[in-house]
């Protein structure tokens, strides 16, 4: 099946940093969405980009299909970016096939 | 618009007992996923159900069913349950089988 890996599994950040996260995949894919993941384990769309970028106020979004990766850029980070972020792509179907996630730290 | 719901938020079993979790879709949603999560790694597929179908199944043993009501909720059963079972079970909705899905909170499992 699909790989999906994602890159840095960890990463501690200062408030109002930048920083960028990266989704790899092995195989085409149908569609990518990005989720982030808070403390209490609530799955919160953030976007759905198959190709192209997509912004939405301080996080944006960009799919390069051809080449096989996604990245998600955080702005002006906050305490409250803090959690976890998942890339999960669907091949065939609709199941979602997850990466292991980049645990992220905004500290004040 | 009410947002994906389920239930209960958690539960404590024993080994080799059984349990059923529910979730109930946003409002005009017709397929729902079930997903597990165990701790530190990303969400595992499970089951998909369309127009109360079974229209995908992942790696998961015949333990696990699941079932879609006519009101397109739906229910994951678990049997025999093993300290492996242990996790949180996540149930997503979309309005297709090819569209956006979203989360519910999730059901907290733990098997002692």
């Known amino acids: 099946g699909i790989q999906v890996e994602q890159s840095p599994p960890d990463l501690i950040l200062q408030e109002g940093a930048n920083s960028t996260l990266r989704c790899n995949f092995s195989?085409?894919?149908?569609?990518l969405q990005w989720f982030h993941q808070n403390p209490w384990g609530q799955l919160i769309n953030l976007f759905y980009?198959?190709?192209g970028t997509k912004q939405n106020g301080r996080l944006s979004a960009t799919t390069v299909a051809t080449e096989r990766y996604s990245l998600l850029y955080i702005s002006s980070s906050q305490t409250t970016d803090s959690g976890v972020y998942f890339c999960?792509?669907?091949?065939?179907?609709?199941?979602?096939?997850f990466g292991e996630g980049t645990q992220l730290t905004v500290n004040p | 618009d009410a947002g994906v719901t389920q239930s209960p938020t958690h539960l404590i079993k024993t080994r080799g007992q059984q349990v059923t979790l529910r979730c109930s879709p946003i409002?005009?949603?017709?397929?729902v996923s079930w997903y597990q999560q165990v701790l530190g790694q990303g969400p595992q597929f499970i089951f998909q159900y369309y127009e109360k179908e079974e229209r995908g199944r992942g790696n998961f043993p015949d333990r696990f069913s699941a079932r879609q009501f006519p009101n397109y909720s739906s229910e994951l059963n678990v049997n025999a349950l093993l300290l492996g079972d242990s996790a949180l079970y996540l149930c997503a909705s979309q309005t297709g089988i090819a569209d956006t899905q979203y989360f519910g909170p999730g059901t907290r499992l733990t098997v002692l």
């Open positions: 409002s005009g949603h017709k397929s």
């Open positions: 980009i198959p190709s």
């Open positions: 195989d085409s894919v149908n569609n």
């Open positions: 999960a792509v669907v091949t065939s179907g609709s199941r979602l096939t």
